[in-house]
Every structure is written in structure tokens, then in C-alpha cells.
């Protein structure tokens, strides 16, 4: 397990988020469009390639790097970054190479391949198996070829409409007419992740139809809440240093889809254009449907062909040194009010990985419109 940062992560998540907190109380109401996200030169203080990127987006790039070369955050920052924000500013050799990297790669693509990002670390790195190789490997050459990735962005090409899948999909969930009778529920479960130390803390979850959704993880010292109220996105950390995060770009639409996955008759009908493919998941075989529309990289959805139910989700964020992939599975499917529900969601993304298990269902039940609105900031705790 690579993931031995949490700690660091937390901290990093909280300063980026602190300098949010000017912008978003001012604007950002449920409704109105989201406050302009801060850029990484504003919020840190010795960004000097990575300029002119939001906020979330660094810490994507950051999450790429992490990936590409099997590193923890505190191996290129260093030691004294554990638990301390602002010793990530501090230049160690590695911070230095990763920059002449990052020139590199921007050259390689600019110069070879017409400014599209061909080349990117994990091109190079392949998830951190040493210094990459120079010399072929005879083993590789003579082993049976490796089977292409389930995940990969290219595993849907045919043209054919994925109709039929949806059509299985809204039958396996319990029908087109029980889908829109569920327009809202409130669940409570545990939530296991990065930000909980990987140990489970109690959720609570409020969902209401076309695509709302809310969050609370009770964490010990603060709840860290997660909002999409439909147009606007919000995560409020349980970090120490009081944040409050205004999601946009790529992750502004990855909770877009998080809420509207809970009511799945809208998935069509977001995307504008889709492809049909299909992957075998563990032994299973899976239909995939893969949507796109403008200004998003596409998003794919995995049918198991047996149940016909979502099984999987892979999406991806763009961001200045290339995309960065997040998985999401379902499992564990129950009724409820006649809707097959998965009571498991574990996703995967590249700074960590978490889970969500479902308890308490309650379906169509009144929630009050404030749970969708701009959560508090937490304590200022700087
Ligand atoms: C492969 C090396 C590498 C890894 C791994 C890495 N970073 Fe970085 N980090 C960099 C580089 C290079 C910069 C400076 C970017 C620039 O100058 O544009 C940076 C800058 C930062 C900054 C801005 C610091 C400041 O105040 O200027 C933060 C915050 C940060 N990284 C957080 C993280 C976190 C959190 C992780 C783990 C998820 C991480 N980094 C993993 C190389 C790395
Ligand atoms: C075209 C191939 C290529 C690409 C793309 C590439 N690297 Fe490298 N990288 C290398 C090679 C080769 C070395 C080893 C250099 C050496 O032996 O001194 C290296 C070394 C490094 C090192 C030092 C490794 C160590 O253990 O000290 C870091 C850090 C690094 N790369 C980061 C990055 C980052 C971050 C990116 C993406 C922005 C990137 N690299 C993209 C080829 C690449």
C-alpha cells in the first residue's frame, strides 16, 4: 500500500482550501454560479510552472505525479511536510527534477505531437518501477501480451447505441415507473477513507431527485461535509484549518454525477453524445456505455451483463500534465421501494481510496432545501 500520506494530504487540502473561504461567502448562494476558483500561484507560495490552474486542478497534478512515480507526497517534499502546510513550499531535489520534467513533457508534446498531451509522467514512470528502462527486456518480449486495461478511455469505440444496456438497466433496477417514484432518500451509513485515517466514521446522506445530494461524515473533532445542490459544489473539510472548497472544472462535474447516479433515469440524458464497448471485470462481462458532451473528458459506465445493474464508473480529470483517472464500483444492491439501490460504493481515485457502505434507507421522505445549500466553513483553526 502506497498510501502513507494521509496526514500530509489533509494538510495540503486544508491551506488550498483556506483562501477560498474570502471568495465563496461572498457569492456562491445556491443557484448562482459557482465563485471563480482560486489559482494555485494564489493560494501557494512557490508555484513557478503550474500557474494559471485552479486549485483542484493542482492538487490533481499532484495526485499524477503521486501515481506516475509510486511516490508519497513526502517523498518529493519531503519529511518536515508531514502534518506542516507550509513546508510543501520548500525546494528538494526531486521538486526540482519533477519541474525540468514537466518542461520536458510540455516540449515533447508541443514539438512532436501538436500540443496534445501524448507524453505525460506515467508515459514514461509507469507507476513508479524505478528509473524508467532504456534497455528491452526479453522477458516482456517473450511473455504472452498483456490484455488491455478494462479501465482504459478507448475501451468503447463502437458507434452502436447503447440503448439496449439503459433499456436492461432501468428493468434491473426495478423498472422505468418505480425509478421515477423514488425522488428522494436519506441514508445513514460508515464512510472509510483517506480523511478518516482509513477507519470508518458514521455517514449521513441526503439525496433528492433530479441530481442533489449532501454528505456528513461525523468525524471526532468536526463534520466534513460534501454538497452538489445541482448546479454548485462544495467540501467542507474536517481539516484543520477551516476550509471550505468551491469544486469546479472536472470535479465540479464529478459530484454532478455522483448526485445523479443516486437517480439514474437522468443519465442519458446528460451526455450528448455515446459509444458502446465492451470489458470483462473480474471474470464478469460487462456492457460498457461511454457518454460524452463539451468540456468534459468522457465518462464510462460499466453494465454487469448477467444482473444488468451499474457496476462500474470510470472518469477522468484533465489537468495540466495529462488526465487522472477516478473508479467507482457499486455493490451489494438492495430494494429500496422497489429500486435496486447499491448499498457498497468504494472509489478509487489516485491520492487515495474510499468507502461507502449504506445502512438505513429511507426513501421519499422530505429534505429540508438548506441540506443542499453552501455548508458552513468549518472552525478556523489557523
Ligand atoms: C514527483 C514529485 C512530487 C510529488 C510526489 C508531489 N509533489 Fe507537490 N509539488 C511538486 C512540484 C514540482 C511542485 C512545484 C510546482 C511548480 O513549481 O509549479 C509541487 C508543489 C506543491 C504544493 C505547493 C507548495 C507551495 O506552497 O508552493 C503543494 C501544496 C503540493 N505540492 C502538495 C502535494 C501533495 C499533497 C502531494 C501528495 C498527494 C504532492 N504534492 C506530491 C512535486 C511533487
Ligand atoms: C520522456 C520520458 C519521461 C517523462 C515524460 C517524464 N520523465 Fe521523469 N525521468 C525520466 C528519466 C529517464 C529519468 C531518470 C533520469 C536519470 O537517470 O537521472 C527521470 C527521473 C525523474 C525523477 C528523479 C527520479 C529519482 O528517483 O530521483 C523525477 C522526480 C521525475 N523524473 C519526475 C517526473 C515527473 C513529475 C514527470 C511528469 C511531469 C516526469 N518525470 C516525466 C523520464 C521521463
Not at 487540502?13 to 474570502?22: E, P, R, S, W, Y
Not at 478511455?153 to 463502437?158: F, K, L, P, Q
Not at 451509513?189 to 485515517?197: I, P
Not at 481539516?239 to 472536472?250: D, N, R, Y
Request: charged letters at 20%.
Amino acid at each position: 500500500m502506497r498510501f502513507k500520506w494521509w496526514g500530509t494530504i489533509l494538510g495540503a487540502i486544508a491551506t488550498v482550501t483556506m483562501g477560498l473561504v474570502g471568495l465563496v461567502s461572498a457569492r456562491g448562494q445556491a443557484g448562482q454560479a459557482a465563485a471563480r476558483p482560486q489559482m494555485a500561484e494564489e493560494a501557494f507560495k512557490n508555484v513557478q510552472v503550474l500557474k494559471g490552474i485552479p486549485v483542484d486542478e493542482f492538487m490533481d497534478t499532484m495526485g499524477m505525479f503521486s501515481s506516475a512515480l509510486g511516490l508519497c507526497c513526502t517523498d518529493c517534499h519531503g519529511r518536515e511536510a508531514e502534518g506542516n502546510v507550509a513546508a510543501f513550499a520548500v525546494e528538494t531535489d526531486k521538486i526540482r527534477q519533477s519541474r525540468g520534467m514537466i518542461a520536458m513533457m510540455n516540449t515533447l508534446n508541443n514539438n512532436f505531437f501538436g500540443g496534445d498531451q501524448r507524453v505525460t509522467c506515467f508515459t514514461c514512470h509507469r507507476g513508479g518501477e524505478g528509473i524508467p528502462e532504456t534497455i528491452p527486456d526479453l522477458s516482456i518480449q517473450y511473455s504472452e501480451p498483456r490484455e488491455p486495461s478494462p479501465n482504459s478511455m478507448d475501451i468503447a469505440r463502437s458507434t452502436r447505441s447503447p440503448q439496449p444496456v439503459f433499456d436492461k438497466y432501468m428493468q434491473a433496477l426495478g423498472g422505468a415507473q418505480r425509478v421515477a417514484a423514488l425522488t428522494s432518500f436519506t441514508a445513514t451509513g460508515t464512510y472509510t477513507g483517506y480523511e478518516t485515517g482509513m477507519g470508518p466514521v458514521q455517514m449521513q446522506l441526503y439525496a433528492k431527485a433530479p441530481n442533489q445530494r449532501a454528505m456528513v461524515l461525523k468525524m471526532p473533532e468536526e463534520d466534513g461535509v460534501r454538497v452538489y445542490d445541482g448546479s454548485n459544489g462544495w467540501v467542507v473539510g474536517p481539516e484543520k484549518a477551516v476550509p471550505i472548497t468551491t469544486l469546479s472544472g472536472p470535479n465540479l462535474f464529478a459530484a454532478r454525477m455522483e448526485a445523479m447516479i443516486s437517480f439514474p433515469a437522468g443519465i442519458q440524458r446528460e451526455f450528448t453524445q455515446w459509444l458502446s464497448g465492451s470489458a470483462v471485470i473480474d471474470g464478469n462481462e460487462m456492457a460498457v456505455a461511454q457518454g460524452s458532451k463539451a468540456g468534459q473528458l468522457p465518462v464510462s459506465f460499466y453494465f454487469d451483463q448477467a444482473s444488468g445493474l451499474l457496476k462500474r464508473v470510470v472518469r477522468w480529470n484533465a489537468t495540466a500534465v495529462g488526465a487522472v483517472p477516478t473508479q467507482i464500483e457499486f455493490d451489494d444492491y438492495r430494494a429500496v421501494a422497489g429500486v435496486q439501490m447499491p448499498f457498497k460504493v468504494v472509489t478509487t481515485w489516485t491520492n487515495g481510496q474510499s468507502t461507502l457502505l449504506l445502512t438505513d434507507v429511507r426513501p421519499n421522505v422530505a429534505i429540508d432545501a438548506a441540506r443542499f445549500g453552501r455548508p458552513a466553513p468549518a472552525r478556523d483553526r489557523r
